[in-house]
């Protein structure tokens, strides 16, 4: 990613990309010269948000870049919007102007948007340069976009090379990189290791179950735990997904790729944490050995649970690793998943709802998360719909007896096996983008990674 940035000492002949609102464009346009003027008004230039044109100079070289954007105070607009023209101008060196809005994040927007997956396919040609903006901190800058791009490449990857093996060697990876610490439970010794539900949902693959455990920083820091849903594929099971049902279920271990991209990000920062990354990994597959509808599990948390439906299989992997996580009761505990359509229903791919009790940490999350142009958007932990999930013959029911605030009982059902952490939040994220937009092309994506690391270097800040 850093080849998408250069510094303005190396860039002395960039061109500039000047962003206009519409309110901004007569006196854009009176600046200009002449003849690049009636170029861009025979253009038809109205900069409308996402236009842009080239204005050529007298030798026919690109002298300027125009680009649409919204007003800087316009509620709808997109701090990434400057970055759709990663993707779209030539090859070059280019320095942004004009009502740019949040330098940093239009730097940050130019990135992300740089992305592509590139596993399969022939290396993209080389891509537009963008010159550093003055006072923005371009290792930073650069090491967010790489931990993007490195949970974005974990969830494109399909799941024939990317199973709980393949997550596990990604973390080890991460380990190496970062001087930590990586070991693993694996298959039966899950169950001598007391963790009896990922085991049950991982047990019908051939690819071992897994629960990764990575550790580092000073063992006297502030205890910080990150909780990754690491689901490689989801057939739902017995109760089996349609085929349309699966085709993006290679994303189901979005919210392991969220996890290990924020924990690489707090890393790489050297933040004063004793951080924790759990990844509960496994492939939820049919055989003889399926877990069933109607099934009661052991937990670690010793909790009887109830099976209604094996499609919910990565609340059952997240609450033994959040267990395991709350029995040192860290400072902050966070979880990611890619865990209901319930969540999408009510707010859409690109705003996660996020829980939690603490209204302290709500409040930064939600600040913090538009601040970085990381939305989410706070859920109630509803109390009354405790009784949702009810079992008559087990200590509770993983699944609610209706079909009414899904995401609201997922959370609840998580909450019962965090105990003790008092800062407790739980992001119910997507992991794709249906459709490409400025800084977030279309495909896998990582979200609430970037708040997270946001919200830990605000809390413990580096030296």
């Given at each position: ?16 990309v000047q962003c206009v ?8 346009l009176d600046g200009l ?371 009414f605030a899904g995401s ?56």
């Amino acid at each position: 990613m850093h080849s998408l940035i250069v510094q303005a000492a190396s860039a002395p002949a960039a061109i500039p990309v000047q962003c206009v609102s519409k309110a901004g464009l007569s006196e854009l346009l009176d600046g200009l010269a002449p003849l690049a003027r009636r170029f861009a008004q025979a253009q038809g230039f109205a900069a409308s948000p996402g236009q842009h044109i080239l204005l050529p100079d007298e030798a026919g070289a690109i002298a300027a870049v125009l680009l649409g954007v919204e007003a800087t105070d316009a509620r709808r607009r997109d701090p990434f919007a400057p970055g759709r023209l990663a993707a779209l101008l030539p090859a070059g060196d280019y320095v942004l102007s004009g009502e740019i809005g949040d330098p940093g994040l239009a730097a940050l927007g130019w990135l992300l948007q740089g992305y592509r997956f590139e596993r399969y396919r022939k290396p993209a040609p080389a891509t537009a340069r963008l010159v550093l903006p003055e006072g923005i901190d371009g290792e930073d800058l650069t090491r967010t976009a790489e931990s993007v791009a490195l949970a974005r490449d974990l969830v494109n990857t399909p799941a024939n090379d990317m199973g709980p093996a393949e997550i596990e060697a990604a973390i080890r990876s991460l380990a190496a990189e970062c001087d930590a610490t990586a070991t693993a439970i694996v298959g039966d010794e899950l169950l001598a290791r007391n963790f009896p539900m990922i085991h049950a949902v991982g047990r019908a693959s051939p690819r071992a179950p897994r629960l990764i455990d990575l550790v580092w920083g000073d063992p006297a820091h502030p205890k910080i735990t990150l909780v990754g849903k690491g689901v490689a594929f989801d057939t739902g099971g017995l109760d089996l997904k349609p085929s349309a049902g699966m085709l993006l279920m290679k994303k189901d271990m979005g919210g392991a790729a969220a996890a290990i991209a924020a924990a690489r990000m707090i890393m790489l920062a050297k933040l004063p944490v004793r951080l924790r990354l759990l990844v509960p990994a496994v492939e939820n597959a049919v055989s003889g050995s399926s877990f069933r509808p109607g099934d009661v599990l052991a937990s670690r948390k010793g909790l009887s649970v109830e099976i209604g439906n094996t499609d919910a299989e990565g609340r059952l992997i997240l609450a033994d690793a959040l267990a395991l996580a709350d029995e040192e009761t860290p400072e902050l505990l966070i979880d990611y998943a890619t865990l209901t359509g319930a969540a999408r229903t009510a707010l859409g791919p690109e705003l996660p709802p996020f829980y939690t009790h603490d209204d302290g940490l709500a409040a930064e999350i939600g600040r913090l998360g538009e601040a970085v142009n990381d939305p989410v958007w706070r859920m109630p932990l509803w109390p009354n719909y405790e009784r949702m999930l009810d079992s008559r013959i087990a200590d509770l029911n993983h699944v609610s007896g209706g079909s009414f605030a899904g995401s609201v009982t997922a959370a609840l059902f998580l909450n019962r096996f965090v105990e003790k952490t008092a800062s407790y939040a739980h992001f119910d994220i997507y992991a794709w983008n249906p459709s490409g937009k400025p800084g977030r092309p279309e495909g896998g994506e990582c979200q609430a990674a970037r708040l997270t690391y946001a919200l830990v270097k605000q809390l413990y800040p580096a030296g």
